[in-house]
Structure formats: structure tokens, C-alpha cells
């Protein structure tokens, strides 16, 4: 059976004829009538009872009609729903993005996002550069967003926007008495600083080496919130986004220190398979995210 035979029986079903039928769908009666009869050959059952000159549903053409009706109303479902995943009206995405990034930004964006596009998902998880990468390259997530270089050939990048990351300390650290510290200074400090893998640790440990500068790190930690905590404590100091540090450095929690000589610099960027097919709904996201500054 096809889509074709099973809407020829609906159609007589409905006009109650062969030749009714025929008329509605631009048919001869004999084709009608041939393609009832290759479904009833086909399950070897009557669809109709010939009572005179009236055609009278069988139990097999009950069953039919009404599994029929239900075929036909799912597969109308589904042609709208593509049609909507088609114009951007519904879909899914599943997203991921660097702790910076993916805390202190994406929800928003999201939110805005989804205001426009009522029926769309948009699950997300946060994890550090490395780990984000690797879901791209295992199709875990359709879209990342992250900071620092892309060490791999199948990954496809679009820039977001820049960042900076600061250097601060506690506001009883005696580099507050200072209006700027020399390169030698930073030799003498102990780093509380992100994990391996992240892009926040790869841009400093990159800077900080390009300036041939000798550091130590006393604390590795997976949480930006922790690392600002432990630098507040005066454990150590530290290098993270300005994303992170608004209210704290409003507050006076935390100091932001000048360098002489070195800025700690990245870029955002929006990654994906280089393979992967990029709908409509992908582009507009992606849009979406670059177009708000």
C-alpha cells in the first residue's frame, strides 16, 4: 500500500462512490476501481460490500478508513512542522559554551533569542574550550562558543566579539598601593588560575610567555566564581574576563591592576563541524548572537 491508494480508498470512503470519487480526483472510474481492488488482493480482504448500487464499508474497510484518517493527519503534522523548522518558526539547537562566556552572557542571549522564536529549543551546557571542541567534533552539540585558538582542522569558526581578560587582586594586596606594575612583578606572584584546557588559562600561559615572563601558579581551579572568591581572600591573583568582574569591581572586591607593557587579549568565536549542514534556524542564531554588541 501507498500514499496513493490509501487516499484513492479515502476519497471513495468520503463520496460514497467509485465514480464520485473519480470526478473529485481527475481519475477514471477504472483506475478507481483497479486500485481498490490491488489493496484488497494485496491483504486479502474485502474494503467494500457492492450492496445494488450502493458500496457499503466492511470491518477490514473500517479499520482502514480510520487508521487512513490518522496517517493522513500526522502526515499533515509532519509537513508543517518541517515547513516550520524550514522558516525558522520551530526547531532545535543544542548548544554549548566556554565558562565565560556560557555564564555570564549566553542565557541572556538565549532569552532574547527565544522571545522572537517562540517554539524553538535551545539546551545548553557549559564546559571548558577543550572539552566544547571535542563535543563539536563528536556531534554532541551543533553550535560552541569559545575563546582562545581552535586546534583543529574540522572545526569552522566565526568571530563574536573581543574580550579582555584583567588582572586583579585583593583589595589588601600590596599591589593596590601601586597605580601600575612592571612585568618583573608578575614573576613574583602566585596565580589562581583556570584548568588545563581552558581558553582563559591558554591565553594567559600564551601572553604571558611571548613576553618571556616566568610565573607561578599556586592554584588551579575549574570555577570562575571560586577563583574570584579565593583572589578576594588574598590567596593569590588571578587573570579573568571583564565579562566576570563588573559587580566586584564596582563593589571594590576585587582591584583591577595595570600592566606596563601587556594586555591579556582573546576573541569569542562561534564554532561548528566544518561538515555541518547549517539550516536556517542555524544561521539566524548565529546571526542573532553577532549582531548584538
Excluded at 253 to 268: N, V
Aim: with cysteine; aromatic share 8%; proline share 1%.
Amino acid at each position: 500500500m501507498n500514499f496513493r491508494e490509501l487516499n484513492i480508498f479515502l476519497s471513495v470512503c468520503e463520496y460514497g462512490s467509485m465514480s464520485e470519487a473519480a470526478k473529485h480526483l481527475y481519475m477514471t472510474q477504472p483506475a478507481i476501481s483497479q486500485a481498490i481492488s490491488e489493496l484488497e488482493e494485496e491483504y486479502n480482504v474485502k474494503l467494500f460490500d457492492r450492496i445494488g448500487k450502493k458500496l457499503v464499508l466492511t470491518h477490514a474497510g473500517e479499520i482502514l478508513r480510520d487508521y487512513g484518517k490518522k496517517i493522513n493527519l500526522l502526515l499533515f503534522e509532519t509537513k508543517n512542522t518541517l515547513q516550520d523548522i524550514s522558516d525558522s518558526r520551530a526547531g532545535k539547537l543544542k548548544l554549548g559554551a566556554s565558562r565565560t562566556y556560557g555564564t555570564y552572557l549566553l542565557p541572556k542571549m538565549i532569552g532574547n533569542f527565544l522571545k522572537l522564536y517562540t517554539n524553538v529549543e535551545l539546551p545548553f551546557c557549559i564546559n571548558n574550550t577543550a572539552e566544547i571542541v571535542n563535543m563539536i567534533l563528536n556531534s554532541e552539540i551543533d553550535l560552541g562558543i569559545v575563546e582562545g585558538p581552535i586546534h583543529s582542522d574540522s572545526i569552522e569558526s566565526r568571530h563574536l566579539l573581543d574580550d579582555e581578560l584583567y588582572l586583579i587582586c585583593s583589595k589588601k594586596h600590596h599591589w593596590t598601593k601601586k597605580k601600575i606594575i612592571q612585568m618583573d612583578d608578575l614573576s613574583k606572584a602566585d596565580f589562581i588560575i583556570r584548568e588545563a584546557g581552558s581558553g582563559t588559562r591558554e591565553v594567559f600561559e600564551n601572553t604571558m610567555k611571548s613576553n618571556n615572563i616566568e610565573y607561578n601558579i599556586k592554584l588551579e581551579l575549574n570555577s570562575i566564581e571560586a577563583i574570584k572568591k579565593a583572589v578576594e581572600a588574598n590567596l593569590g591573583v588571578s587573570v579573568i574576563s571583564k565579562l566576570a568582574l563588573s559587580e566586584e569591581l564596582k563593589s571594590s572586591k576585587l582591584i583591577k591592576i595595570e600592566i606596563e607593557g601587556i594586555k591579556f587579549t582573546r576573541k569569542f568565536n562561534i564554532i561548528y563541524h566544518k561538515d555541518k549542514y547549517l539550516s536556517e534556524l542555524h544561521k539566524k542564531f548565529i546571526d542573532f548572537l553577532c549582531s548584538v554588541k
